[in-house]
C-alpha cells in the first residue's frame, strides 16, 4: 500500500471510510493467497495515485475480515464495489484490466 489514500478496511472504519465526503471509495475484498487479487492489486496504486484527491481506496483481506465479507456476501474474489456516499453504486467479480477499473472510476466521479 503505497500511498495515503489506500485504507486496510475492518468492521470498525469501514462505514467512516465509505462515507467520505467528495470521494469514490473502491473497496477490494482479496485474500493473500488468491493469484487473480494479486494480479490486480498493482491497479488499485495506480489509480490511488491518479485519483489522489477523488478517491479512497479500502482492501479487505477476507481471511482477516471474514464476517466482514460475510456482511456483503462476498463469495467469489477478487470482488470490487464502489461506494459513493456510504451506499454501494457498482460491483466488479472476477479479475479485470486495468482499464475496466479506471472506466469505473471515471463514469462515476
Request: aromatic fraction near 10%; charged fraction near 25%; charge should be negative.
Given at each position: ?54 478517491l479512497i481506496i ?37 479479475s479485470r484490466p486495468y482499464q475496466d ?9
Amino acid at each position: 500500500m503505497s500511498t495515503s489514500n489506500i485504507v486496510a478496511l475492518n468492521k470498525e472504519n469501514f462505514y467512516d471510510v465509505t462515507s467520505t465526503e467528495n470521494k469514490l471509495t473502491i473497496v477490494d475484498f482479496r485474500a493473500d493467497w488468491c493469484a487473480p487479487c494479486q494480479a490486480i492489486a498493482p491497479f488499485f496504486d495506480r489509480l490511488a495515485e491518479e485519483y489522489q484527491d477523488k478517491l479512497i481506496i479500502g482492501i479487505i483481506d477476507i481471511d482477516e475480515q471474514r464476517e466482514l465479507a460475510m456482511d456483503f456476501g462476498i463469495s467469489s474474489i477478487p470482488t470490487i464495489q464502489l461506494y459513493r456516499n456510504g451506499v454501494m453504486i457498482e460491483t466488479l467479480v472476477g479479475s479485470r484490466p486495468y482499464q475496466d477499473y479506471k472506466n469505473l472510476v471515471d463514469r462515476n466521479i
